[in-house]
């Protein structure tokens, strides 16, 4: 059985860019979670979907924008890059909200902001 | 507001028992996953606890204490590919999202 699959895997863009991040859930999974790890931080909480829609946002900007497709596959954007974009992205699967459910991490997608 | 503290670094010898320790204040407690990643990989699920006691998985161990916001996580007969960052990350409230710590960085000496 399929992970959870991200793409690309490496991404370098100038500051004030966009960057369009994608992952695909495991298969049966209907949330999706971002994730941000900085280097030398800890993960932070980005966003979460379940079933299209999102319902919980983590403390970033409203540049970091996202949405869930109907095969809840899911697209993370940033836009107006700025250097401390720099990070690693991971994208998490889990069946639906459900007390107990784990989630399991994708590999990642590293975004070099230059 | 989410606390989480974890030691940044450990070191620990082939074939021997590390205890990793994550203590933790926040509200709504909901449950708590230990994590480990390698340099350059994903994080990969090793435990969870939601209720107090010990959770035996192989090698792996993990103890939660609610009324003390402590947990730890237990490595016995270490290897070399156990070097890795482990994570401690607290689910709050209901939903899905998780807060984590820094991660400890466990190197495995011969």
């Known amino acids: 059985e399929a992970g959870v699959t991200q793409s690309p895997t490496h991404l370098i863009k100038t500051r004030g860019q966009q960057a369009t991040l994608r992952c695909s859930p495991i298969s049966g999974h209907t949330s999706v979670y971002w994730y941000q790890q900085a280097l030398g931080l800890g993960l932070q909480f980005l966003l979460w979907y379940d079933e299209g829609e999102e319902r919980n946002r983590g403390n970033f900007p409203p540049r970091f924008s996202g949405r869930q497709f109907p095969n809840y596959s899911s697209e993370l954007n940033v836009n107006a890059l700025e250097l401390e974009d720099s990070a690693l992205y991971l994208c998490?699967?889990?069946?639906?909200?459900?007390?107990?459910?784990?989630?399991?991490f994708g590999e990642g997608s590293w975004l070099t902001v230059v | 507001g989410q606390n989480i503290d974890q030691p940044t670094e450990m070191t620990a010898t082939e074939g021997a028992i590390v205890q990793i320790n994550c203590t933790y204040q926040?509200?709504?407690?909901?449950?708590l996953f230990w994590y480990q990643q390698h340099a350059g990989e994903a994080p990969t699920f090793l435990s969870y606890?939601?209720?107090?006691g010990l959770e035996e998985k192989g090698r792996f161990s993990s103890f939660l204490s609610r009324s003390k916001g402590y947990s730890y996580l237990l490595l016995k007969e270490l290897q070399m590919k156990d070097s890795a960052s482990y994570l401690c990350?607290?689910?709050?409230?209901?939903?899905?999202?998780?807060?984590f710590g820094t991660g400890t960085q466990l190197k495995v000496e011969l």
């Open positions: 990350a607290v689910r709050t409230g209901g939903g899905n999202k998780l807060t």
């Open positions: 926040t509200s709504g407690f909901n449950g």
């Open positions: 606890n939601v209720l107090d």
């Open positions: 998490a699967s889990s069946l639906r909200d459900r007390t107990g459910n784990t989630i399991y």
